[in-house]
């Protein structure tokens, strides 16, 4: 039987600062030693985004590739392994037919143990991945916040704007130039020029651009004959 503690962190910075990786090297240690289990490897994962499965992170799918019937794996929370509900029921589905066994700290350790952890592992896996999904809705809302009020949100600079300098930065700042020549594109779709001799008239003026980036500009998702 070999024991494997399994820790991860999603950011390169993180990683390098080592604080959160060893707040779980530490838990599952500590665990471990309750337990009167011995530690055959710790598996860290750093820099790795939850959102990819576990079994196709770098260190995490080596770590699957090797386990055999009876060997265990420790993890201080249940994020730390999966992305969802789905992945944390199919990947315990799996470590059970094949006779290993996952400790979860967080859900108070060995989640097969019995049906009520079985139950109780669901139910978090269905709840986390839930929170996970209001985290990115709030993100999506606060670019879209910031997106209305003229906010940079990283990128490749926006055709027509400049970026503010000024402290806090982050401000779109019209460029008059461009904000011309925006103008000059939508004057010329009205006249029901395709994207593409838009951008040939606008070449013909110094102002290089691509037909996508006019329909980019123009903000519409309908094909046009080209």
């Keep these: 039987m070999a024991v ?9 910075r993180q990683a ?17 030693l309750m337990h009167g289990l011995t530690i055959a490897e710790t598996v860290i994962e750093e820099g790795i985004s939850g ?4 079994t196709k992170r770098p260190a995490g799918s080596a ?9 265990i794996i420790i993890a201080a929370k249940l994020d ?10 199919n990947v315990q589905t799996e470590l059970k037919a094949k006779g290993i066994k996952l400790h979860l700290i967080d859900l108070g350790g060995d989640i097969a143990g019995n049906g009520l952890s079985k139950l109780f592992f669901t139910i978090a ?3 986390a991945e839930a929170e996970r999904d209001r985290i990115r809705e709030r993100v999506t809302q606060s670019k879209a916040d910031q997106r209305g ?7 490749n600079r926006p055709f027509g704007y400049s970026i503010s300098e000024d402290a806090g930065g982050g401000a779109l700042v019209e460029v008059p130039s461009e904000q011309a020549a925006i103008r000059q594109i939508g004057a010329l779709r009205d006249k029901g020029l395709s994207y593409r001799a838009i951008a040939g008239a606008l070449a013909s003026d110094g102002i290089a651009l ?15 004959d080209r």
Excluded at 16 to 32: F, K, P, T
Excluded at 51 to 54: G, K, L, M, Q, T
Aim: net charge positive; glycine share 10%; aromatic share 10%.
């Design 4 to 12: 494997y503690g399994y820790v991860r962190v999603s950011t390169m």
């Design 16 to 32: 390098s600062e080592g604080e959160s990786l060893d707040v779980q090297r530490r838990q599952i240690d500590g665990y471990a």
């Design 51 to 54: 959102s990819v499965p576990v």
């Design 63 to 71: 770590m699957f590739a090797k386990l055999m019937s009876g060997d």
């Design 80 to 89: 730390r392994l999966f992305r969802s509900a789905i992945d944390a029921l």
């Design 125 to 127: 896996s269905a709840f």
């Design 149 to 155: 009020r003229g906010r940079y949100l990283g990128g």
């Design 210 to 224: 691509s037909h996508v980036a006019v329909k980019k500009i123009l903000g519409r998702d309908r094909n046009v």
